[in-house]
């Protein structure tokens, strides 16, 4: 009997063990970038040494991102267009959101993330704002690109 409850309990240890590997791949994973799911490859054998080769020596889509984000920053910052920051809206904690290029909207461009929040213009003129969320809209919009809100105003 005593040999039946040593086997249990050290099922239930090893259990224990790769579920806690698991989870700590898991966010790794997740902080990289990339899908927290892959967590679960790191008990397969080759499989984990693939992926941590990949994790070694692969850029990680959270540094691409940063990068993306730095060059666009870099872009403002030579064409003088930083201006006064505006505060936007708060996102959930975590989000890093990039919104309206001034090729293509003229809006601006916010990044957030937890602890900054800034707007940057793309213009030296004034746009209207949205009354819901304070977002800069383009002239003769009808409804606020972020929460969708009617502007009362005509189309063109």
């Known amino acids: 009997m005593d040999e039946g409850v040593a086997i249990i309990v ?32 790191m008990i397969v054998p080759l499989v984990n040494l693939i992926l941590l080769l ?3 020596f692969g850029k ?26 505006q505060a936007v809206p708060a996102r959930p904690q975590g989000s890093l959101h990039v919104t309206g290029a001034p090729e293509t909207s003229g809006m601006g461009a916010s990044f957030q993330s937890p602890g900054l929040t800034q707007t940057l213009p793309t213009s030296h003129e004034s746009h ?15 409804f606020c690109p972020r929460c969708g809100a009617n502007l009362g105003q005509p189309g063109t």
């Open 128 to 142: 209207p704002t949205c009354q819901s969320c304070g977002t800069n809209v383009s002239p003769g919009a009808r």
């Open 54 to 56: 990949i994790l070694a």
């Open 60 to 85: 990680w889509p959270v540094l691409r991102e940063l990068e993306q984000l730095r060059h666009q920053l870099a872009y403002y910052s030579a064409r003088g267009n930083l201006g006064t920051p």
């Open 10 to 41: 050290t099922i239930i240890v090893v259990i224990l063990a790769l579920a806690f590997n698991i989870l700590i791949w898991w966010m790794i994973f997740k902080k990289a970038g990339y899908g927290g799911a892959l967590g679960l490859l």
